[in-house]
């Protein structure tokens, strides 16, 4: 499996980047590096084993339903690149 | 050619938990100060980590129950990636390929009899931050980002407006009875999308579906599907083809229109949610969460109308709300309660005033024992009618005991004949115009004298005995 100079403009464009056709190239390069190596990790048998999205023995970690006074709100809002009032502002994005 | 409408529905449902999804800041935004219930974790503040609400996952499987869902076990939250500043992460935590409940049906009403709409899958996920679109600029508010939020999909078994509105009407009254959510449309705690195709009647395939956003209120639902049908139709009968688009509904211009995608395309990149741990619920979870289930809005109608012979139209109104169906069973099993009469109060008198002052039955002065105890008095004779509705009126207003407001207000029924017979004589001689039309077999006449012999006596004469001594006097 390899992934090709457009769909790298694709992921790009679905996170909001643009890269230079020369940047484009390097990142091709790069993700395919990555994607040889799931390739060497899917040579192991796995047959028969659960797939996991973490390594924990753990489950069903729970929080009960409890408020906790809202911490750092200030600090949060202090670190927007911009604000209007108590709102995080943006520039306007069409519907 | 006659076409069938084939419709299947999206409800995403705001769960009533007093925290959010995954971390402690308040769940509550309804005009609260913009970002004042956020924290490192809903803001996505690097190495915040999420821990799941257990109420939500308790509220999203009981009502899983209700709709008679399947609960799978091991359920997964994955990562739903799209980049929209109403998301701080970048992702939304939703659940993709195993959902927390599947396999379902609800009971609605079509124009043929009942009809089981299957519920495909309930699946818990975090509502986004509100926006505010200003001229250049775009305001978040991110209260509402991370609050726990049900949805509920349909297969593709709704075939009307008045069968996706019914639909509506009994998810709103499952979710009311759990307590999960307000349900309310006009706050956002219900909200709802349609996907709407047409098709030959007849056809077994499925048409191209175009799904309506914006859905606010269930009038819009109503009128939006209404809508689409007919441009769907017209569509094709012009000879072209429906297109697969995302329409929002025009509330004030009353039309659907083309929304511009969010992304090129819907490519989500779901994956399981590294950071939460796996769900394995037990089966004592399961159940216990089964054992927190009330009685659902079809097993108290179907108990009431075999325990108290009620018709289906009251039934309706009673159970539309727990608390009004709750406060009718009080006062109906009190003893010597009529069911019927006490149902005749309350869907009438009681729903009028609820409904005119916007007032909830818990906060009601007038107490099921105290309206038993009214309608016990016009029972037994003691007070007629009208006397009840002012009792009525005072037990509404102020509260207290019906007996003491009928002697204080000296409303006590006249059934003395001897009395009555003055007050019949004295209108009879004052209108013999009516008296003679009575006599000349115009029975509907009574009426009106009755009327004149009601005002004589303040209202507190015994209307049948009325009746009887008028005809008595003039020999009819």
């Known amino acids: 499996m390899a992934v090709t100079v457009e769909e790298v403009r694709g992921v790009a464009a679905l996170a909001r980047l643009s890269f230079s056709p020369a940047d484009e190239e390097?990142?091709?390069?790069?993700?395919?590096?990555?994607?040889?190596?799931?390739?060497?990790?899917?040579?192991?048998?796995?047959?028969?084993?659960?797939?996991?999205?973490?390594?924990l023995p753990l489950a069903n970690a729970f929080r009960?339903?409890?408020?906790?006074?809202?911490?750092?709100v200030a600090d949060i809002l202090a670190a927007a690149p911009q604000r209007q009032e108590s709102y995080f502002k943006v520039p306007r994005i069409i519907d | 050619m006659r076409y069938e409408t084939v419709i299947g529905m999206e409800v995403h449902v705001e769960l009533q938990t007093a925290s959010k999804m995954f971390c402690g800041c308040a769940a509550d935004h309804f005009q609260v100060e913009a970002n004042t219930h956020i924290c490192p974790v809903c803001t996505a503040q690097?190495?915040?980590?999420?821990?799941?609400?257990?109420?939500?996952?308790?509220?999203?499987?009981?009502?899983?129950?209700?709709?008679?869902?399947q609960i799978r076990p091991h359920n997964v939250f994955a990562r739903k990636n799209y980049l929209y500043p109403d998301l701080p992460k970048g992702y939304q935590v939703s659940q993709y390929e195993l959902p927390l409940c599947e396999d379902g049906w609800v009971e609605i009403t079509s124009e043929d009899g009942p009809k089981k709409i299957g519920v495909e899958r309930v699946h818990l996920e975090e509502d986004t931050g509100k926006l505010q679109h200003t001229g250049r600029a775009s305001l978040i508010d991110y209260n509402r980002a991370g609050v726990p939020l049900m949805e509920i999909v349909t297969d593709a078994s709704i075939r009307s407006a008045d069968e996706a509105f019914d639909y509506l009407n009994k998810?709103?009254?499952?979710?009311?009875?759990?307590?999960?959510?307000?349900?309310?449309?006009?706050?956002?705690?219900?909200?709802?999308?349609?996907?709407?195709?047409?098709?030959?009647?007849?056809?077994?395939?499925?048409?191209?579906?175009?799904?309506?956003?914006?859905?606010?209120?269930?009038?819009?639902?109503?009128?939006?599907?209404?809508?689409?049908?007919?441009?769907?139709?017209?569509?094709?009968?012009?000879g072209g083809q429906v297109r697969q688009v995302t329409m929002?509904?025009?509330?004030?211009?009353?039309?659907?229109?083309?929304?511009?995608?969010?992304?090129?395309?819907?490519?989500?990149?779901?994956?399981?949610?590294?950071?939460?741990?796996?769900?394995?619920?037990?089966?004592?979870?399961?159940?216990?969460?089964?054992?927190?289930?009330?009685?659902?809005?079809?097993?108290?109608?179907?108990?009431?109308?075999?325990?108290?012979?009620?018709?289906?139209?009251?039934?309706?109104?009673?159970?539309?709300?727990?608390?009004?169906?709750?406060?009718?069973?009080?006062?109906?099993?009190?003893?010597?309660?009529?069911?019927?009469?006490?149902?005749?109060?309350?869907?009438?008198?009681?729903?009028?005033?609820?409904?005119?002052?916007?007032?909830?039955?818990?906060?009601?002065?007038?107490?099921?024992?105290?309206?038993v105890e009214l309608?016990?008095?016009?029972?037994?004779?003691?007070?007629?009618?009208?006397?009840?509705?002012?009792?009525?009126?005072?037990?509404?207003?102020?509260?207290?005991?019906?007996?003491?407001?009928?002697?204080?207000?000296?409303?006590?029924?006249?059934?003395?004949?001897s009395e009555l017979d003055e007050a019949v004589a004295k209108v009879i001689e004052a209108n013999p115009d009516a008296a003679e039309k009575i006599k000349d077999g115009n029975l509907k006449t009574v009426q009106f004298l009755m009327?004149?012999?009601?005002?004589?006596?303040?209202?507190?004469?015994?209307?049948?005995l009325v009746q009887e001594l008028i005809k008595k006097q003039l020999r009819v």
Not at chain 2, 287 to 292: F, K, M, S
Not at chain 2, 402 to 410: D, L, R, S, Y
């Open chain 1, 26 to 55: 390097r990142l091709t390069g790069e993700l395919n590096r990555i994607l040889q190596y799931m390739d060497r990790l899917n040579e192991l048998d796995t047959e028969g084993v659960e797939p996991t999205s973490h390594v």
């Open chain 1, 64 to 72: 009960p339903d409890e408020v906790d006074p809202s911490p750092a």
């Open chain 2, 46 to 69: 690097p190495g915040a980590l999420p821990v799941i609400n257990g109420r939500a996952m308790e509220l999203t499987a009981m009502t899983g129950l209700a709709l008679h869902c």
């Open chain 2, 171 to 238: 998810i709103r009254q499952v979710v009311r009875y759990l307590g999960a959510s307000s349900g309310d449309m006009e706050k956002g705690a219900m909200r709802c999308e349609a996907n709407i195709s047409i098709r030959p009647e007849g056809s077994d395939e499925f048409g191209t579906k175009v799904e309506v956003k914006n859905l606010n209120s269930f009038r819009a639902v109503r009128n939006a599907i209404a809508y689409e049908v007919e441009r769907q139709q017209q569509v094709i009968e012009e």
């Open chain 2, 248 to 371: 929002g509904w025009d509330e004030q211009m009353g039309v659907t229109r083309e929304q511009r995608s969010k992304e090129t395309s819907e490519d989500y990149r779901y994956f399981p949610e590294p950071d939460l741990l796996d769900v394995h619920l037990e089966v004592e979870w399961i159940n216990r969460v089964g054992r927190e289930l009330p009685e659902l809005p079809a097993d108290k109608a179907a108990r009431f109308s075999e325990i108290y012979g009620l018709n289906q139209k009251d039934i309706a109104v009673l159970i539309e709300d727990a608390a009004v169906a709750a406060y009718f069973e009080e006062a109906a099993q009190h003893s010597g309660a009529d069911p019927k009469s006490v149902a005749n109060w309350v869907t009438g008198e009681i729903f009028r005033r609820l409904n005119d002052e916007d007032v909830l039955i818990a906060d009601a002065k007038v107490s099921p024992a105290a309206l």
């Open chain 2, 375 to 417: 309608l016990a008095l016009v029972k037994d004779g003691a007070i007629n009618q009208n006397a009840a509705r002012e009792v009525f009126t005072e037990l509404w207003e102020k509260g207290g005991s019906p007996a003491a407001i009928v002697e204080t207000k000296g409303l006590k029924q006249i059934s003395d004949t």
């Open chain 2, 451 to 464: 009327g004149q012999v009601m005002k004589e006596t303040r209202g507190k004469a015994n209307p049948q």
